[in-house]
């Protein structure tokens, strides 16, 4: 069974930074394109970044580029974000997802992603 989980979410204050974490078990990391999405209250879902299958290239929302780092370590089935310079505008609850498409280049496109953490909450204030 196909699974993600997130963890790392916290209460931090602006300027510091954060690393999330998402395990995954049930398919290979390796072969399928992932990334992270966040929700803040009131507001749509928006892609933040993805890591894509095909070629290992990353991608980045523009208010994040320079900031935000997504990365993956196949050997233990696991996807980071690391975080810098975090700002109130960073609030908000933080998912991965995967696109059940075999070597593909990602996007930030909800629709294109089959399968969903729980989220993990991630509160930038003083």
């Known amino acids: 069974q196909l699974q993600l989980v997130e963890s790392g979410g916290v209460l931090v204050q602006p300027g510091e930074s954060l690393r999330l974490s998402c395990a995954t078990s049930?398919?290979?990391?390796?072969?399928?394109?992932i990334a992270w999405f966040r929700q803040a209250p009131g507001k749509e879902r928006e892609g933040v970044s993805c890591?894509?299958?095909?070629?290992?290239?990353?991608y980045y929302s523009d208010s994040v580029k320079e900031r935000f780092t997504i990365s993956k370590d196949n050997a233990k089935n696991t996807v980071y974000l690391q975080m810098n310079s975090l700002v109130p505008e960073d609030t908000a609850t933080y998912y991965c997802?995967?696109?059940?498409?075999?070597?593909?280049?990602?996007?930030?496109?909800?629709?294109?992603?089959?399968?969903w953490g729980q989220g993990t909450q991630v509160t930038v204030s003083t």
């Open positions: 997802a995967v696109q059940t498409v075999l070597f593909r280049q990602c996007g930030l496109l909800a629709t294109e992603y089959d399968y």
């Open positions: 890591i894509s299958s095909k070629d290992g290239s990353t």
């Open positions: 049930g398919f290979t990391l390796d072969y399928y394109p």
